[in-house]
């Protein structure tokens, strides 16, 4: 089956560029879509088919996608932004997620 | 817009059935989009459990196809999930989300979700 495969955690200074990886054999052949879920809520679509940011998602977000890597870009990165990120996207049979990545604003 | 809400039992005892229902509001189901399922259990990441269209068709994860259902009431609007002969390993968030493209494009928006525990 396939895998997408993200750090476990990042890092990153308020007002500096943080980057989330999602790895998956050849996934820049496919979509992928992006969500952050903040603590005790709901996940919320960022990034969805690699760039395109959704109404309300603030321009610091950015997405790429090619070879084996997907990557979620936080410019100026605010505290509130502090939570879990997912990718994900689908193979033949099944939507696929990343296991999440825990980004720290500090 | 659209807005998604679960119902059903949040306890469920080991080897019973778990039976969620999400009501659709701010959009007729009838009118498109595809329909999911997503859970999360406590700490843990997100995964795909099925989704519908309006017609009916589902397309399930291989991994819990044999248990799981997946139907909708064009009438109520609404869409529901059955898990049959929960473990504890089913005990999780459950969310329902739309689908915008195909049956596992992107999911947006989701619902609040609602914990299911399976204990006896």
């Known amino acids: 089956s396939y895998e997408l495969t993200q750090p476990p955690s990042v890092s990153v200074s308020p007002g500096q560029t943080a980057s989330i990886t999602c790895s998956g054999d050849?996934?820049?052949?496919?979509?992928v879509f992006w969500y952050r879920q903040k603590a005790g809520q709901s996940p919320v679509l960022v990034i969805y088919?690699?760039?395109q940011r959704p109404s309300g998602i603030p321009e610091r977000f950015s997405g790429s996608n090619s070879g084996n890597t997907a990557t979620l870009t936080i410019s100026g990165t605010q505290s509130m932004d502090e939570a879990d990120y997912y990718c994900q996207t689908r193979d033949s049979t099944t939507a696929v997620f990343g296991g999440g990545t825990k980004l720290t604003v500090l | 817009q659209v807005q998604l809400e679960e119902s059903g039992p949040g306890l469920v005892k080991p080897s019973e059935t778990l039976s969620l229902t999400c009501t659709v509001s701010g959009y007729s189901i009838t009118s498109g989009y595809y329909w999911a399922w997503i859970r999360q259990p406590p700490g843990k990441g997100l995964e795909w459990i099925g989704s519908i269209y309006r017609s009916g068709t589902t397309y399930y994860n291989p991994s819990l196809k044999s248990r799981v259902t997946i139907s909708v009431d064009t009438s109520k609007n609404q869409f529901s999930l059955k898990v049959t002969s929960v473990t504890a390993a089913d005990t999780a968030v459950y969310y329902c989300?739309?689908?915008?493209?195909?049956?596992?494009?992107?999911?947006?928006?989701w619902g609040q979700g609602t914990l299911v525990t399976v204990s006896s």
């Open positions: 088919e690699d760039t």
């Open positions: 989300a739309t689908v915008r493209q195909t049956w596992a494009s992107w999911f947006d928006p």
């Open positions: 050849r996934v820049g052949d496919k979509h």
